[in-house]
């Protein structure tokens, strides 16, 4: 079943690459306004790490001749980094999260965590062999989620912190 995404799983690491570089472009252009904006920094952490986990999970998907299970495991412990990543960076940025709205905070937090936890899921489903369907299909969902995320970050990041 994992060879009939190959198509998915080339174009997703492909379109996130670009737009991981984009945002690259967007740091390296507003870089001393971002270092100098209480939480922005942790934000740009944050895009690149939502933009990165779908290319390590496309490109571990395009790996030839593997099983399931071992995509799953692959999937499961990128996940876990993105995740974990993601986790630290919005620990640490508590303070400026503390002066926006709750409803703001929630979004922010729950989409971020939420997307880089889908790949969390789609590894696990994989590894226990209860549905490789399931899996990849979350695994689509994570990379949605991350685009999402990544968007919003980079708009914050060449937009919003000019204003």
């Not at 789609?122 to 899996?135: D, P, R």
């Amino acid at each position: 079943m994992i060879s009939g995404w190959s198509t998915f799983f080339d174009a997703e690491t492909s379109a996130f690459a670009a737009l991981t570089g984009l945002v690259f472009v967007a740091l390296s252009i507003n870089l001393k306004t971002i270092l100098k904006l209480k939480g922005a920094s942790g934000r740009a952490g944050e895009a690149l790490v939502v933009l990165v986990e779908p290319v390590l999970l496309g490109l571990a998907g395009l790996i030839g001749h593997q099983s399931e299970r071992a995509l799953g495991v692959e999937w499961l412990v990128i996940g876990l980094v993105a995740w974990g990543w993601v986790t630290a960076i919005m620990h640490r940025g508590r303070g400026p999260l503390k002066e926006r709205r709750i409803l703001e905070v929630l979004i922010r937090v729950g989409l971020a965590e939420g997307a880089t936890l889908l790949g969390v899921v789609a590894g696990l489903l994989l590894v226990s062999g209860s549905s490789s369907g399931a899996g990849l299909y979350c695994q689509a969902g994570a990379a949605a989620g991350c685009l999402a995320v990544g968007i919003v970050d980079a708009w914050v990041l060449l937009v919003e912190i000019l204003r």
